[in-house]
């Protein structure tokens, strides 16, 4: 949700948050019963939407759904904001040498944005498309990152947290999250122990900036039909070679990272 001085602005985002989220068209009635806009103030908002291209109305079942313009918005903002069109090759490579599904995610104000994948050659079904959001406390690239951020940073972003139980294994309390993310940091990278998805593990390293700010992270997920932690773990010093090419490379581009109140900051 928005913060509260964002005026209209950021209300018209929380309007396109809420029909992104259904991930199909949604109904102005359904759209209204999750908002917590007036009725007039919303039907206005998405009426902007409409007219500017952002969202796009079918008059015939009196849907609404993301618009073409917010298409063009997303690609140019992965080529320039985010970190995959410089971390490609060094996923492929990764993908190749140890036969494992490739994660690259990145902090989304407190979520994990999941920004490039690379398949394994025998991949498992699992939620973490490209373009997928999830939380940040139970997912090997959301721990990676959390266990390096600064004290205020880590503070702002476990109140964002959910907390909620996915699994018998998730780390369902922010006293038992940071005691992982202490040991997250101790040996540099993070587990996944089927926290987000039964049957799914993950080992995972956060990508950092020569200043050790948080850039994002990788992972190398499998199946618990086709491997162990123990097995995965045994990749590490090619992940951390992956994380750090792409941090060497990163260190010559000037992009976003979150990390102030206006939105983020060149890494």
């Known amino acids: 949700m928005s913060a509260a001085g964002d005026g209209t602005v950021g209300k018209a985002l929380d309007v396109l948050d809420l029909v992104a989220a259904q991930e199909k068209p949604i109904r102005f009635a359904e759209l209204q019963r999750m908002s917590v806009l007036p009725k007039a103030t919303l039907y206005r908002l998405a009426q902007t939407l409409v007219n500017q291209g952002m969202l796009v109305h079918n008059p015939e079942n009196g849907t609404y759904s993301l618009g073409v313009r917010l298409v063009r918005l997303a690609h140019a903002a992965w080529r320039q904001a985010s970190l995959a069109p410089i971390a490609r090759r060094h996923l492929d490579s990764l993908s190749v040498d140890t036969g494992l599904t490739v994660h690259l995610a990145q902090m989304d104000y407190g979520h994990v944005l999941y920004v490039d994948k690379r398949n394994a050659l025998e991949p498992a079904a699992m939620f973490t498309d490209a373009g997928k959001v999830a939380p940040a406390y139970c997912t090997g690239v959301g721990k990676a990152m959390l266990a390096f951020l600064d004290a205020d940073e880590l503070d702002q972003i476990l109140g964002m947290q959910s907390f909620h139980r996915f699994t018998p294994t998730t780390l369902a309390s922010e006293a038992v999250l940071r005691q992982s993310l202490e040991r997250t940091r101790a040996r540099g990278f993070a ?29 190398l997920t499998g199946s618990t039909l086709r491997t162990d932690l123990k097995s995965l773990e045994a990749h590490i010093p090619c992940l951390r070679q992956c994380v750090e090419a792409i941090a060497e490379e990163a260190s010559h581009w000037a992009f976003p990272v979150e990390g102030n109140e206006t939105g983020g900051r060149l890494g």
């Open 191 to 219: 587990t996944d122990r089927e926290e987000h998805e039964a049957g799914v593990i993950c080992v995972a390293m956060p990508i950092l900036s020569e200043e050790e700010r948080v850039l994002g992270a990788v992972s």
